[in-house]
């Protein structure tokens, strides 16, 4: 495809859920009809990724993309990344108590990933009444308060997890990538010191 094709709504759209510290995945859930679909956005990165790359680079930002989790984000050239890593500790730790969780209640962390499994109300209301989790969070959110609501939300406008009801959210494929990341990280880290 020509990048003179591309049209600069689209183009705006995309920089927009970038600045907003939002991840473009290849598919995205839609509630109306309950099942994932193709996002165009993805595709017209996908289909245009080398002018994107040097249109952000222009920008001072990095276009990645994360094929295991089919999703793409931005990262700020090596000058200065304090926000955009805090954005990713606080993802990964919210991701990390989660996984936890949901280990710890003997379901397959693949169940997360279900567009008809993932966290359910129970779990929400189980998740807010560990007071180690939401210790954390507080510490996470420099003690300004915020928990497992404001968590999921913020999972939910990074587009690392969507919401199928008011209560009921499963993880994007992002969201399934980085926890099973965080997951084989922590495998490595135990049998190193073992």
């Known amino acids: ?33 309950n099942k994932l679909e193709e996002c165009p956005l993805y595709t017209i990165l996908f289909n245009n990724l080398n002018h994107f790359k040097r249109f952000y680079r222009h920008l001072g930002f990095v276009l990645e993309f994360h094929d295991e989790g089919e999703f793409f984000y931005i990262t700020e050239q090596p000058n200065d990344l304090n926000e955009a890593n805090e954005n990713a500790f606080k993802v990964q730790v919210i991701l990390l108590l989660i996984g936890e969780y949901f280990s710890s209640s003997g379901r397959d962390l693949e169940l997360l990933c279900e567009i008809n499994a993932g966290l359910d109300e129970y779990d929400i ?23 497992w609501k404001e968590a999921l939300d913020y999972l939910i406008k990074r587009n690392f997890a969507f919401r199928t009801s008011v209560n009921s959210i499963f993880l994007s494929s992002a969201g399934k990538a980085f926890i099973f990341h965080l997951v084989q990280e922590y495998a490595q880290k135990n049998n190193e010191n073992m």
């Open 1 to 33: 495809m020509n990048s003179d094709n591309i049209q600069e709504s689209d183009s705006a759209d995309i920089y927009r859920q970038f600045i907003l510290g939002k991840v473009i995945v290849k598919q995205t859930y839609n509630e109306n009809t």
């Open 125 to 147: 209301t189980m998740l807010s009444s560990n007071s180690k989790y939401v210790e954390i969070l507080r510490t996470l959110n420099k003690g300004k308060g915020g928990g």
